[in-house]
């Protein structure tokens, strides 16, 4: 099975999928080369191109059978307004790449897709599953309860203590993610990440009905 993973940073939305299944092909697009390091050492099996995932999508879609796209969240996040009289949270367009993906996916992959981005300060312009502080563009149903518990318990407060605790939450060792040389701040970087314990229900559920529509099969792909 061939797996598109995109905007793919260190993982957290792939770490259990070879526990679903083990013949397993993951190609992940990730634009900062020391996150895309990061990654290929945590999946030494996996191809970790450096790119713009945006253009790697129109360009190979229909080489896979899965394709998980997180796009960027910042313009999109509540935060924008909720703290907009601060400098750093400038008014900006929403990047509407997000929807430009949903859209294409839609219409033009033959396979299984999932897109996942935070639930934004506006009423999202495409319908979408919200399960947690999430939303999931997907062609196939979700199941309702996605998140685990201990997840509303980590607050955000850019602190050693979030830190730490964010990187037991992703089973990170935070001396492996202090290693990052990049632009971005560490503390995003962990916060953006996918529950790993999420990726793999995600997995799990679109197997399923992979399973269900090829059912004179005796494997899958």
């Known amino acids: 099975m061939k797996i598109l993973n995109l905007y793919a940073c260190l993982g957290g939305n792939r770490y259990k999928w070879n526990e679903v299944k083990e013949d397993i092909q993951v190609t992940a697009v990730e634009l900062d080369p ?8 945590r999946f030494p099996n996996d191809k970790v191109i450096v790119a713009d995932a945006h253009q790697y999508l129109l360009d190979h879609y229909k ?7 997180s796009p960027p969240c910042p313009t999109h996040s509540k935060v924008r ?32 897709y999932v897109i996942e981005n935070v639930i934004p300060y506006y009423e999202p312009l495409i319908s979408a599953h919200k399960r947690g502080r999430h939303l999931y563009w997907t062609n196939f149903n979700l199941p309702y309860n996605l998140d685990r518990k201990e ?29 990052y040389k990049g632009k971005q701040s560490k503390i ?25 529509e090829n059912i004179n099969q005796t494997e899958l792909f």
């Open 151 to 179: 997840a509303k318990g980590i607050m955000c407060g850019q602190t050693n203590d979030e830190f730490n605790k964010l990187c037991n939450f992703h089973n990170i060792k935070k001396e492996f993610l202090l290693t």
């Open 63 to 69: 080489e896979f059978d899965f394709i998980w796209s």
């Open 34 to 41: 020391e996150c895309a390091r990061l990654y290929q050492d």
């Open 81 to 112: 307004v909720t703290q907009k009289n601060q400098d750093f949270y400038i008014p900006k367009y929403p990047e509407m790449k997000l929807y430009e993906e949903i859209i294409f996916l839609k219409e033009h992959f033959k396979g299984h």
């Open 188 to 212: 995003k970087i962990i916060r953006n990440l996918v529950d790993y314990e999420v990726g793999k229900t995600i997995f799990e559920t679109m197997l399923g009905i992979v399973k269900k």
